[in-house]
């Protein structure tokens, strides 16, 4: 069975300014952010570390600088505990792009994308402790220029559930994930990508009642899924994420 035809959301419409992305693990609660990253739009207050963002009529216009030595970075400063958030992207020539999620302190858990892969995982805490990144899903996975995708990203307890356009799901469970997050951001390699409709719920404390089947068809799905032509024969070793 291919990962990329398995559909797990029956039906999944652009991002409605009314509701919340639809779910597989989490019950969303109450809206904590919405921006729809354009030119006119109501802007959240995101703090811009790394690189050119530019508001547009189609979105927000991302890509690196060489100046900064460092790819395209921008944060919210939001607390949450269990939450999911969501987005639409487009990769308009950029190496990767990606969604991650930090602590108080350190990096969490990330959503990384590029032209020709999707990456689920959790991130290295502590850089040079004991702790290592630990990729739960690295999917070979076409991602054209020009075109657009959704995102949603959901965390509940231990667990995190990653969707891309409603169909390609990869989940994981740490300790880690139990701890209060902040600070969820943007980035981008290069140049350049688009960005659009990023929205940010709190989520109930317990999963959908659906969840546990729902899991245990994403993770057959999951073993079955094709890496990508780098990664075949290598498993699940540490993976390199933006910042």
């Known amino acids: 069975m291919s990962l990329r035809l398995f559909t797990l959301l029956a039906f999944v419409s652009p991002l409605c300014a009314a509701d919340a992305p639809a779910t597989l693990l989490a019950q969303p609660d109450k809206e904590l952010v ?9 802007g959240a207050e995101w703090k811009i570390a790394k690189g050119k963002w530019e508001r547009a009529a189609d979105g927000i216009h991302v890509e690196e600088l060489p100046a900064d030595k460092h790819g395209a970075a921008g944060r919210l400063t939001q607390k949450m505990q269990d939450f999911v958030a969501s987005f639409e992207f487009r990769l308009d020539g950029a ?3 990606s969604l991650s999620i930090n602590d108080a ?3 969490v858990a990330r959503v990384l994308i590029t ?3 999707l990456r689920v ?14 990729v739960f899903l690295n999917q070979a996975q076409a991602f054209e220029a020009g075109s657009w995708h959704s995102v949603v990203l959901e965390m509940v307890g231990d667990t995190l559930v990653a969707t891309i356009d409603g169909k390609i799901s990869g989940f994981g469970s740490d300790d880690l994930f139990k701890a209060e997050k902040a600070n969820p951001g943007l980035t981008c390699a290069g140049q350049s990508a688009t960005f659009r409709n990023f929205t940010l719920w709190s989520a109930k404390a317990e999963p959908k009642a659906t969840w546990k089947d729902a899991s245990v068809k994403i993770a057959e799905a999951m073993k079955v899924a094709a890496a990508p032509a780098a990664a075949k024969g290598k498993g699940k070793g540490k993976a390199a994420a933006a910042k």
């Open 34 to 42: 919405r921006d729809a990253l354009t030119k006119d739009a109501k």
């Open 95 to 97: 190496k990767s792009i």
């Open 105 to 107: 302190k350190e990096h």
């Open 115 to 117: 032209p020709a892969s």
């Open 121 to 134: 995982q959790k991130d290295d805490h502590d850089h040079d402790g004991p702790e290592k990144s630990i």
